[in-house]
C-alpha cells in the first residue's frame, strides 16, 4: 500500500490553510511538511496496524499483519484453515476400537458412601446421551446413577489397578486417535 498519495494530500491540505493566514504562514507550512512527513507516516502506520487487529478479532482463527517493506506497508491475510467436517460417529467408534473397556461393575447397594457428594457438569454430544439413557434404562437406573457406576468401574480397572494417583506412577494417560486425543490427566 503506497501511503505517498495520503502524506501528498495531508501536505496539500496544510497549504490551502496556511494560504489563509498569509505569506509567514505559508512559508512556516512549507518549512513545517518535511518533518512533518515522517510524522504522518508513522500516524498512518499506527492507525492502520490498529484496524488490522480489530479485523484479526473478527476473523479468528485467521489473522491480518501489517508488514512494512521499506516505506510502505503490505497488508498480510491469514484465512482461518477450512473446517473438516466433524464424524461423532466415526471418532466415537474409532475411539472405542483403540481401547475397549470391559462393561462396569455394578455397585453393590450395601457400598459405604463417603458422605459427600460433588456436582459435576458433564457436556455430552447427542447420540451419547441417548446411549447413556437407554443403558440407564436398561439396568433399571437414573442416568446419574448409571453415570456413577460408570466412572467407578472405570476407576477400578478388572487388572485390580485402581485409578488413583498411584495406578500409572504418576505418567499421563491419553489414547491418540485420529486427530485430537482422548483421555484423563492427573
Excluded at 489563509?20 to 505559508?26: L, P, T
Excluded at 506497508?73 to 477450512?82: G, K, L, M, S
Excluded at 495406578?167 to 485430537?180: D, I, L, Q, V, Y
Amino acid at each position: 500500500m503506497n501511503l505517498t498519495q495520503y502524506v501528498d494530500q495531508l501536505r496539500q491540505e496544510l497549504a490551502v490553510a496556511a494560504e489563509a493566514g498569509g505569506d509567514e504562514a505559508r512559508a512556516l507550512a512549507e518549512r513545517l511538511t518535511a518533518p512533518l512527513e515522517s510524522a504522518a507516516r508513522l500516524t498512518l502506520l499506527n492507525a492502520l496496524s490498529a484496524a488490522a487487529d480489530e479485523i484479526t478479532v473478527d476473523l479468528a482463527p485467521g489473522s491480518v499483519d501489517v508488514r512494512l517493506r521499506g516505506v510502505d506497508p503490505e497488508f498480510v491475510v491469514t484465512p482461518p484453515p477450512a473446517a473438516e467436517p466433524f464424524d461423532a460417529r466415526a471418532e466415537y467408534e474409532a475411539l472405542m476400537a483403540a481401547r475397549p473397556t470391559p462393561p462396569p461393575p455394578p455397585v453393590a447397594p450395601d457400598t459405604a458412601d463417603d458422605g459427600g457428594t460433588a456436582r459435576v457438569n458433564l457436556r455430552l454430544p447427542a447420540h451419547i446421551k441417548a446411549r447413556v439413557e437407554e443403558a440407564a434404562n436398561r439396568d433399571g437406573l437414573s442416568v446419574n446413577a448409571w453415570l456413577v457406576r460408570a466412572v467407578s468401574g472405570a476407576l477400578d480397572q478388572p487388572d485390580g489397578r485402581a485409578g488413583g494417583a498411584g495406578a500409572t506412577g504418576g505418567r499421563r494417560e491419553t489414547w491418540h486417535s485420529g486427530t485430537g486425543f482422548t483421555g484423563w490427566v492427573r
